[in-house]
């Protein structure tokens, strides 16, 4: 698998239940909501992420290369693996091109090496020209 890695210093932030995305959140290279019945969680940058606010930070973000067809398995089962075996936490989203994979800023170096090791590519992320799909 080929992964590419976004330089954006990113958090994770908790929110209450039904609540509205503050516009603070939404300046971000990666930006993402999930929202359930007990709470609404915000991927956006760390920089915009106000003290008082419960987060936690920093991450650096890995985009496993797609599209991925949605029939693949096994995808984040080949890259997660091996980050458990190196005691690396991780936090993951999935979009409908492809897969995420959040792990903590002073672990990411060592992501990005144990993943070489098992076999994938990891590349520094060339970012999206608005207007252009790739």
């Given amino acids: ?26 300046s971000s290279s990666i930006f993402s909501v999930t929202a359930t019945a007990t709470e609404t969680s915000v991927v956006c940058a760390a920089r915009n992420v106000p003290g008082k606010a419960r987060a936690q930070k920093p991450f650096t973000a ?22 458990a075996e190196a005691e690396i936490s991780v936090f993951t ?6 897969d995420w994979i959040l792990v903590p800023v002073d672990a990411a170096d060592r992501a990005a090496e144990v993943w070489r090791e098992a076999g994938h590519e990891v ?11 790739t």
């Fill in 1 to 26: 698998m080929k992964l590419n890695r976004y330089p954006e210093t990113l958090a994770v932030v908790r929110l209450g239940p039904g609540s509205e995305v503050p516009s603070w959140a939404e």
């Fill in 62 to 83: 890995f985009e496993v290369e797609g599209p991925l067809d949605f029939a693949l398995t096994g995808v984040l089962s080949t890259l997660l693996a091996p980050l």
């Fill in 123 to 133: 590349e520094a992320a060339v970012p999206a020209t608005p207007g252009r799909t």
């Fill in 93 to 98: 989203l999935s979009t409908f091109d492809t």
